[in-house]
């Protein structure tokens, strides 16, 4: 089991940006991929940006060209840069990680996007 530490989310003004972290307990080159996902009030929870083992990224289309997810093996730690911010992205974020059929969640980290 993947342990998995959100951080980063805060009160933001529209057009603004935030760094969220997602510090994972096991190296993160042992782990099949590492995504972040969102949910806001009253929706279901939707997968934001994913990172493969290999690199490889995906975003979702409301989020394509603004956010970017990257990762630092060395401090087992992904991130997910969010620029141009806009109220619609207001909701809890969460990271997940990948293990072969085993996918754990972190306790997520709100984002509010508000003038």
């Not at 995906?58 to 840069?81: C, E, M, W």
Request: charged content about 15%; hydrophobic content about 35%.
């Amino acid at each position: 089991q993947v342990q998995l530490v959100e951080s980063g989310g805060d009160l933001v003004q529209p057009g603004g940006s935030l760094r969220l972290s997602c510090a994972a307990s096991h190296m993160i080159f042992s782990i099949n991929s590492m995504n972040w996902y969102r949910q806001a009030p009253g929706k279901q929870r939707e997968l934001v940006a994913a990172i493969s083992n290999g690199g490889r990224t995906n975003y979702a289309d409301s989020v394509k060209g603004r956010f970017t997810i990257s990762r630092d093996s060395a401090k087992n730690t992904i991130y997910l840069q969010m620029n141009s911010l806009k109220p619609e992205d207001t909701a809890v974020y969460y990271c997940n990680a990948v293990v072969g059929r085993n996918t754990d969640w972190g306790q997520g980290t709100q984002v509010t996007v508000s003038s």
